[in-house]
């Protein structure tokens, strides 16, 4: 069974720029929750997604967003990129319980 | 504010050295608690979800506990690869809260 896929697994933007991160959840798994994790705060909730609505989210400004088609897939954009967000973004989907089951991981370098 | 804290930051054990990891929480309305591995470049494991004070949840040589404010995970016996760090998280509905993690290094 294939786990949680996330693309690209490492990216160096710009300040300014934009960015799309994609995350693939495990088959059957509805929900898709993002998380970015820096050394400083740890990992910190950004958003959950489930049957392509935005079900909750964390306390991030509004230049990071995300979606999830009808596939399950999710992205994650984050717009005028900032160097305080350079960090891992992880994606963790899960089937109907709290148990969630995470990817890789995208590595953002922002310069 | 809903909060979760890890102790210790980092801890060092020989290889058969048993010890515990604490995790902390406050936070209103607790629907879970939830221990998960990370190793390094990869994202966390999930280990355990506990629901309710009293609970316990073993698995080979990690055992996982909850009272009303905090967990704690039991590690016996330990080997080198147990070596990670062990993230502790608890939803509030349907937010979820991670602690900072405690950095195992288990030495042979």
């Known amino acids: 069974k294939a786990g949680v896929t996330q693309t690209p697994r490492y990216l160096i933007k710009t300040r300014g720029q934009q960015v799309t991160l994609s995350c693939s959840p495990i088959s059957g798994h509805r929900s898709v929750s993002w998380y970015q994790q820096t050394p400083g705060q740890g990992l910190q909730f950004l958003f959950e997604y489930f049957s392509e609505t935005q079900r909750n989210k964390g306390n991030f400004p509004g230049r990071f967003s995300g979606r999830q088609f009808s596939n399950s897939r999710s992205e994650m954009n984050v717009s005028t990129l900032e160097l305080g967000d350079s960090a891992l973004y992880l994606c963790?989907?899960?089937?109907?319980?709290?148990?969630?089951?995470f990817g890789q991981g995208t590595r953002l370098t922002v310069v | 504010e809903d909060q979760v804290t890890q102790s210790p930051e980092a801890l060092r054990l020989q290889e058969g050295e048993s010890s515990s990891l604490n995790c902390s929480y406050t936070v209103s309305g607790l629907r879970g608690l939830f221990w998960y591995r990370q190793d390094p470049g990869k994202g966390p494991e999930f280990l355990f979800t506990?629901?309710?004070a009293g609970e316990e949840k073993e698995k080979e040589r990690l055992k996982a506990t909850l009272t009303k404010k905090e967990s704690f995970l039991h590690i016996t016996a330990p080997k080198p690869e147990d070596s990670a760090t062990y993230l502790c998280a608890v939803q509030n509905f349907n937010k979820f809260y991670f602690g900072s993690g405690t950095k195992l290094n288990v030495k042979p």
């Open positions: 506990l629901y309710s």
């Open positions: 963790a989907s899960s089937l109907t319980g709290p148990e969630a089951f």
